[in-house]
């Protein structure tokens, strides 16, 4: 089963591909099923997008918050929650970087992932996020741990100390 969700194909240009939400990236892609799995892992399949608000389980604010406040267009974003609100359904909302995202929106409907944030200065409902990588242990490890092992070289102080 995957979640249902909508987000605003208007918002979206090829150009600013960079600043789509990793969750599109995903799903707004040309490639092969195999080819978006090999480069998003499963996020490929966890979704399937509709085309009306009213169908979504969730709506996704289509570009990462900062798109938005660089390129001088807030107000699609206002009006994203808005839409949202009309459907009666939750949006999330990515945020990059280190600073707080300053959302001009707030309420329990809106979902605010991002890396940094200070729960008791918002109005949203918050959820630290790390980074969207695949395991790099089965791409640098072969899916197995690899213990080195770690001596002390001749000459060492410690090593010194206790010859």
Same mark, same amino acid.
């Given at each position: ?8 194909? #208007? ?16 799903v ?19 979704? #399937?997008?509709?085309?009306? +608000? ?15 406040? #660089? ?18 359904? +939750? ?16 309420? +329990? ?16 409902t ?9 395991? +790099? ?6 899916g197995?741990?690899?213990?080195? #092992?770690? @001596?002390?070289?001749? @000459? ?8």
């Amino acid at each position: 089963m995957s979640l249902r969700i909508y987000a605003d194909r #208007e918002h979206y240009s090829e150009r600013h591909r960079k600043a789509l939400n990793d969750i599109l990236k995903a799903v707004w892609n040309t490639g092969s099923l195999e080819a978006r799995r090999a480069t998003y892992g499963a996020r490929a399949e966890m979704f #399937e997008v509709v085309t009306t +608000p009213d169908a979504a389980d969730l709506h996704l604010l289509t570009m990462k918050w900062q798109h938005y406040v #660089e390129h001088g267009c807030v107000d699609q974003a206002v009006r994203a929650v808005d839409v949202a609100r009309r459907a009666k359904r +939750p949006i999330a909302v990515f945020s990059l970087g280190d600073f707080e995202a300053n959302f001009p929106a707030a309420g +329990p409907d809106i979902h605010l992932f991002q890396a940094s944030a200070y729960r008791s200065r918002s109005a949203t409902t918050n959820h630290g996020m790390p980074a969207f990588i695949d395991d +790099p242990l089965a791409s640098y490890g072969g899916g197995q741990v690899q213990v080195r #092992e770690h @001596g002390l070289a001749d @000459g060492d102080p410690v090593h010194a100390a206790t010859a």
